[in-house]
């Protein structure tokens, strides 16, 4: 690596880590999380990055090398259907096969009668997850995986053997995509690791979000213990793909605790505890989470007030990031609040003022990072991300 | 977490240690290099699944 590079990212690095500690650094860090948008900008279709992964990682690198961004996801598009087609997965829905070539990949939740893990199973569950993952849940999101009991088949074993291989070289080029990130263009990946909430896990890939609701008031206690259960396995894995120096975050990737998903009560007791329980134990090993928190959440800060110091990014979707700021700024660092549909639909004076009034707002005393609301997909206009990155570079300097 | 609270099996774990030293009658050399090797390999099937419910 060059000296230069090397000296780039070393800057970037600081820069960043001081923003996330929610301190001020020599200017404002911009971490876009660019998904589909990659692509876009370097001539590909969604099912080119979703299906063949050393094409999102190019397009990521190639983003990161044309625009001044400090840290970007290595592949923020994330999803590679190599490795759901080799399991067989059921409720991936793939560009160019399921859904149009440039349409950004989709997940598919069943019918509630059709669900993923049925409503009397959670003794299962909350007795052995790991075990129940193996032997009830796989066989029915997999098209190819027997279930305990069946002869075993050819699709089977092949599922597992081309599963696990894949997902090792998926993982293990990661590692290589980013030492290229900082090489070429000395940029830092921006996250290492992965973290969802137990209520969140129960939503999206078991009971499905409508069985849920209806077990919350069916069962309520079976769905507490249930992410009770599931928590101490989440944090495990979390902890297992964070920083080993403590540098960047691990991503934490909020669906159902938003408004109107829950009531208040219901996030209260039911999506809450859990969640803040494996925060904190991530906190007590040195490591932050980027509490990426999509839709509105607003009328939740009062729990997000209660996490430790520095112990998250608070990243804003939705919600006002004004009234953010005011409640857990002094806090956590945020990041976000610029909305998708300006960068998509907005004119590049849209974007600048949008910016200006972030800037102005969140960022005087450090403690911000400049991105979009949410994920970056194909929609979002190439001299928008263009202006965001520009106007911040200029104006964001302390 | 409290004693009663936690798992039966612990996270990181498919099948625990115990178990499968019950199918050796007998160890003849260093008991922990083989309880150590079949932890670690046993944790790459952990994270197959938790990933795969996790990341995919």
Redesign the interface.
């Given at each position: 690596m060059s000296d230069e590079m090397e000296q780039r990212y070393a800057q970037r690095m600081k820069r960043y880590v001081t923003a996330m500690r929610n301190e001020k650094p020599d200017m404002v860090p911009i971490r876009p999380f660019v998904a589909e948008f990659t692509a876009k900008y370097a001539g590909y279709t969604c099912q080119e990055v979703t299906q063949d992964y050393e094409k999102a990682f190019a397009a990521a690198r190639k983003c990161a090398a044309d625009f001044d961004w400090d840290a970007v996801v290595a592949n923020m598009v994330?999803?590679?259907s190599g490795?759901?087609q080799a399991?067989g997965?059921k409720y991936?829905a793939v560009p160019g096969i399921e859904i149009p070539p440039d349409t950004g990949f989709q997940y598919r939740e069943p019918p509630e009668e059709g669900a993923w893990m049925q409503p009397d199973e959670y003794d299962q569950l909350i007795?052995?997850?790991?075990?129940y993952?193996?032997n009830v849940?796989?066989p029915r999101v997999s098209a190819d995986v027997c279930a305990t009991g069946e002869p075993a088949s050819y699709r089977n074993n092949l599922s597992f053997l081309k599963?696990?291989m894949a997902?090792l070289q998926y993982?293990g080029d990661f590692g290589t995509q980013a030492a290229l990130l900082r090489s070429e263009s000395g940029t830092v990946s921006a996250i290492a690791g992965?973290?969802?909430a137990p209520f969140d896990?129960i939503a999206d890939?078991l009971r499905g979000y409508r069985a849920l609701c209806m077990d919350m008031f069916r069962q309520p206690d079976k769905v507490l213990v249930a992410c009770?259960?599931l928590a101490?396995?989440?944090?495990?894995?979390a902890a297992?793909g964070a920083d080993p120096d403590r540098n960047v975050p691990v991503g934490l990737w909020l669906h159902r605790g938003c408004v109107p998903f829950l009531s208040p009560d219901q996030f209260e007791k039911f999506y809450w505890p859990t969640l803040k329980q494996i925060i904190e134990g991530l906190w007590e090993q040195g490591i932050q989470t980027l509490f990426y928190a999509e839709g509105e959440w607003n009328p939740n800060l009062k729990y997000i007030a209660e996490l430790p110091e520095q112990s998250i990014i608070y990243h804003v979707d939705r919600g006002d990031i004004f009234e953010v700021h005011k409640a857990v700024g002094h806090k956590f660092c945020l990041s976000g609040g610029v909305p998708n549909e300006l960068l998509a639909f907005g004119t590049p004076d849209q974007v600048r003022d949008c910016c200006k009034k972030v800037i102005d707002g969140v960022a005087r005393d450090g403690g911000y990072i400049m991105d979009a609301s949410a994920i970056i997909q194909n929609d979002a206009k190439v001299e928008n991300i263009m202006v965001m990155t520009e106007f911040t570079r200029e104006y964001g300097v302390y | 977490m409290s004693e009663q609270e936690k798992p039966k099996i612990e996270p990181g774990v498919c099948i625990p240690w115990e178990e499968k030293r019950k199918e050796f009658s007998q160890i003849t050399g260093d008991e922990e290099l083989v309880k150590r090797v079949w932890e670690e390999v046993d944790a790459l099937g952990y994270l197959y699944i938790w990933q795969c419910l996790l990341s995919f």
């Open positions: 994330y999803g590679w490795l759901t399991i997965l991936y007795a052995d997850p790991t075990g993952l193996f849940w796989l599963g696990g997902m993982f992965i973290l969802k896990i890939k009770e259960a101490p396995h989440l944090l495990h894995v297992s | -």
